[in-house]
C-alpha cells in the first residue's frame, strides 16, 4: 500500500468487483458497474478543467466525481443555493462544463449535459489516480457569509475513507447499509454517503431519505446492519415522530453541536448508539465520540494536532492546517472541545457560547426551534468586545406557537446571564433551515427585519 501523502497512484474504487457500493430503487451498483460506467463518461466529457457537479442523487454525484478524476479534470461541489450563487462559481471556475442526473436542473454553463445512462458494456479494468492529484473543490455552506472554497485530493480523501472504516469498525466482510439525509455535496455527506463506500465496507442508498416517512422507507429497502448518517435537526424531528424505524446499527451525528440529552433520547428510542463527528470543510472528518459516553473526542488514526499558539492539524494527503476551535489535548489521541471558532461572545466583560444559548432557548417546553443572534454583521467573528459596540445586545429568533415573546423571556430569566437577554425576541413560523440544518445570516436578519 502506497503511502497516502506521495504522489504514488491510489485505487479510484478499493472494493472488489462485485461489492455494492449504492443501492438505488432500480437495484444495486455494483464496484465493476460504477467503474465501467466511470470510464465511459470521462471519454465523454469536453475537454475543460473543471466539471460543475449538479447531481443530486449520491451515484450520480459519485460517478462524475469518478470519471471527473479519470479524465485528469476537478469536480466542482457547489451544493444547493440560490442561482446567483451557481453563476458566481461558474464565473470563477470559467473553463468548465457542468453536468447533473435530472435533465430540470437548471445550469449557468453552455456547455451542459444530462448524466447518461449507467452503460451496460464489457467491464473496463481497475484504474488509479495519483494521490496528489486534486480531483474536487468543496465549499463551506455560506451561513456566516460567503461561501469558501477548499481544493481536495485524491490521497485526502482516500485516506479520509479508510480512516472512517478503522475509526468505526467497519468490516469488508459484512459491509454496512448508509442511508443519509445528508446531501452528498456537502463535505460530510461527500466524505460519508459518496466517498465511503468506494473504499469501505459500506454500501449508500441513493434515493429520497430526508423526511421521516421517507427514511422509514429507505432503511426498510436497505439490509442490515443499517447506519444512520444524520444531523441533530434530524434527529430532533425523529424523535418528535412516533413511526418505528428497521433496527439500526448505529446513528452518525454532524454539521451542528449534538446535545448529549438528545443523543441519549436517541438511544433510548432507536436502540442504537449514537455518536458525533467533529470535522470542519476545510479539515474533513478528524475525530468522533459518544457523547452519551465520554465528552471527549478520538481522533482518527494518522491525525496529529500540535498546540503552539495555535492548534495545527496534521493528516495523511493534506498541508496541516490551523484548528479554528479551542481545544485541550488530553493525550495524543484525544481531546476536549473548549468553542467553536466564531462560538464565544463577550458583553459586558462576560463571555457566553452562542451553542449554550440556542440549547438552553431550546429546551424550553414548547419551543420548537430558536436561535441567538449576535451582535455583529459576521458570525464568523470569534469575539464581540462591547466596548467597541457599548449598545450591543442579543436578538433571538423562536418557533412556539403557544407561546408568546414575553412568556419566552420570562423563561429565560433565570436561565442565562442578564446580559445575554435579547433585546428582542421574535416568533416565526419556521426558521429558514437547509438541507443541513443550519441557518444562513442573512435569512434570519430578514425575519428580525419582518418582525
Not at 466539471?51 to 460517478?63: H, M
Not at 498541508?319 to 476536549?336: S, Y
Not at 443541513?436 to 427585519?449: E, H, I, V, Y
Amino acid at each position: 500500500m502506497s503511502a497516502l501523502g506521495d504522489g504514488s497512484p491510489l485505487p479510484l474504487i478499493g472494493r472488489p468487483d462485485d461489492a455494492v457500493l449504492f443501492r438505488t430503487a432500480a437495484g444495486p451498483i455494483t464496484a465493476a458497474q460504477a467503474n465501467t460506467a466511470a470510464h465511459h463518461l470521462a471519454e465523454a466529457l469536453p475537454e475543460r478543467r473543471y466539471l460543475l457537479n449538479l447531481c443530486r442523487s449520491r451515484s450520480g454525484f459519485a460517478l462524475a466525481t469518478l470519471a471527473a478524476a479519470l479524465r485528469g479534470q476537478i469536480s466542482i461541489a457547489p451544493g444547493d443555493g440560490p442561482a446567483e450563487r451557481l453563476r458566481a462559481i461558474a464565473t470563477r471556475f470559467a473553463d468548465a462544463s457542468s453536468i447533473a442526473d435530472d435533465p430540470a436542473t437548471p445550469s449557468p454553463l453552455a456547455a451542459h449535459r444530462c448524466l447518461p445512462p449507467w452503460p451496460q458494456a464489457a467491464l473496463m479494468p481497475a484504474a488509479s489516480i495519483p494521490a496528489a492529484q486534486v480531483v474536487a473543490i468543496v465549499f463551506t455552506s455560506g451561513s456566516t457569509g460567503e461561501p469558501l472554497a477548499y481544493h481536495k485530493s485524491w490521497g485526502e480523501l482516500v485516506w479520509r475513507s479508510r480512516a472512517a472504516a478503522t475509526q468505526f469498525a467497519l468490516s469488508p466482510a459484512h459491509p454496512v447499509a448508509i442511508v443519509g439525509t445528508v446531501p452528498p455535496a456537502h463535505m460530510y455527506g461527500f466524505e460519508t454517503t459518496v466517498l465511503l463506500p468506494l473504499h469501505a465496507g459500506a454500501s449508500s442508498w441513493c434515493g429520497a431519505a430526508f423526511y421521516p416517512d421517507d427514511l422509514r422507507r429507505a432503511l426498510a429497502a436497505c439490509p442490515a446492519p443499517r447506519v444512520l448518517v444524520t444531523t441533530p435537526l434530524h434527529l430532533r424531528s425523529l424523535l418528535r415522530h412516533s413511526l418505528d424505524l428497521p433496527p439500526l446499527a448505529r446513528i452518525v451525528s454532524a454539521t451542528a453541536p449534538l446535545d448529549a440529552s438528545i443523543a441519549a433520547a436517541a438511544e433510548a428510542r432507536f436502540g442504537a448508539p449514537v455518536e458525533e463527528i467533529f470535522g470542519a470543510t476545510e479539515l474533513g472528518s478528524i475525530a468522533s465520540r459518544r457523547p452519551t459516553d465520554t465528552p471527549l473526542w478520538r481522533l482518527y488514526p494518522g491525525i496529529r494536532i500540535g498546540i503552539a499558539d495555535a492548534p495545527i492539524v496534521s493528516r495523511p494527503g493534506a498541508e496541516p492546517c490551523p484548528l479554528a476551535d479551542a481545544i485541550e489535548m488530553q493525550d495524543a489521541e484525544h481531546f476536549r472541545l473548549l468553542g467553536r471558532g466564531g462560538d464565544v461572545i463577550k458583553l459586558a466583560g462576560r463571555r457566553a457560547s452562542l451553542a449554550g444559548l440556542n440549547r438552553i432557548l431550546n429546551e424550553i417546553e414548547g419551543v420548537e426551534d430558536g436561535v441567538f443572534l449576535a451582535p455583529t454583521e459576521s458570525m464568523a467573528e470569534s469575539m464581540i468586545d462591547d466596548a467597541a459596540q457599548p449598545v450591543a445586545r442579543m436578538q433571538a429568533l423562536f418557533v412556539a406557537p403557544a407561546h408568546s415573546p414575553s412568556e419566552i423571556l420570562a423563561a429565560l430569566r433565570g436561565r442565562i446571564d442578564p446580559v445575554f437577554l435579547p433585546r428582542r425576541l421574535v416568533r416565526v413560523a419556521a426558521l429558514p433551515r437547509d438541507a443541513l440544518g443550519k441557518l444562513p445570516r442573512q435569512a434570519l436578519l430578514a425575519l428580525l427585519d419582518d418582525g
